[in-house]
Each structure stands twice: as structure tokens, then as C-alpha cells.
């Protein structure tokens, strides 16, 4: 039985993402797996990859193949180049934290007007132009 590691495909149909499973080649692409040994977000900027390396250490030793786009992220997180005695590459991006978003009473938002409209009703304006007409036609 020959075993694969590949991607088993999850999400919307515009927002892909992955996980790195182990299977049976002969299984379909989001089929059954053996086990799951990592994740890839590629929408995530930056992309989101995870892999659990002593289980993928494990499968590529006891013969596992990976597809080609699982080669392509072995090789970015260092996995593949660890099974072959390869040196290791440059380290992946990490995202930033993202900062929380200032409160309004921070940025001075104490003020009494809260909730208030600054400018008129457009129908107050209008009533007041109104009688205004009609009493210059009336003279």
C-alpha cells in the first residue's frame, strides 16, 4: 500500500484551507486519512502553516511520499531539509498581533452631545419656507 501526504481540502468556496493529512494514495482527495499532521491557511496573510514535525519525521522515514504542494511546505518549514541532512532555510513570517481597537471614551469621546444630529432636519427647513411663500403671494 502506497501512503501519501497531501492536502485534504476545507472551507467556502473562496476561502480555502487545508490540512496536511496522511493517506492511502488511493483514497480521494478529501477522503479518509490516517492521521493529520498539520494545517495551511493560504488566505491568511501571511499564510498560516503548521506542522507537527516529529509526525511528518516519522511518515517521510518509513516511506510516506508527499505531493508536490506538501513538498513545497515541508520545505518552507524546515522538515523536508531535516529528513534529507540538508541545512535548515530562513525562518517563516509570524503575523503581528493585531492591536485592539482604540474606545471611543479614549479618544475623548466624554463629550454631552452624545447621540445628538449636528445639522437641522431637512423637514424643519422646508415648513419654515413654506409660510414664508405663502404670505409674500398673499400681499
Given amino acids: 500500500m ?31 486519512a490516517i492521521e493529520e499532521i498539520g494545517l495551511y491557511h493560504p488566505v491568511q496573510n ?14 517521510l522515514s518509513v516511506g510516506a511520499q508527499p505531493t508536490e504542494p506538501v513538498l513545497a511546505i515541508l520545505k518552507l518549514t524546515g522538515d523536508w531539509q531535516k529528513f534529507k541532512g540538508l541545512p535548515a532555510p530562513a525562518p517563516l513570517l509570524v503575523a503581528e498581533p493585531k492591536a485592539a481597537r482604540p474606545v471611543f471614551d479614549v479618544l475623548g469621546g466624554d463629550d454631552a452631545s452624545k447621540g445628538e444630529a449636528i445639522t437641522q432636519k431637512k423637514k424643519a427647513e422646508k415648513k419654515d419656507e413654506a409660510p414664508a411663500e405663502s404670505e409674500s403671494t398673499e400681499a
Avoid: C, F, M, N
Avoid at 8 to 26: Q, T
Fill in 46 to 59: 501571511p499564510s498560516r502553516i503548521e506542522v507537527d514535525t516529529d509526525r511528518a519525521q516519522y511518515w
Fill in 2 to 32: 502506497a501512503v501519501k501526504i497531501k492536502l485534504k481540502r476545507l472551507g467556502k468556496i473562496r476561502s480555502p484551507h487545508y490540512r496536511i493529512v496522511v493517506a492511502d494514495s488511493r483514497t480521494r482527495r478529501d477522503g479518509r
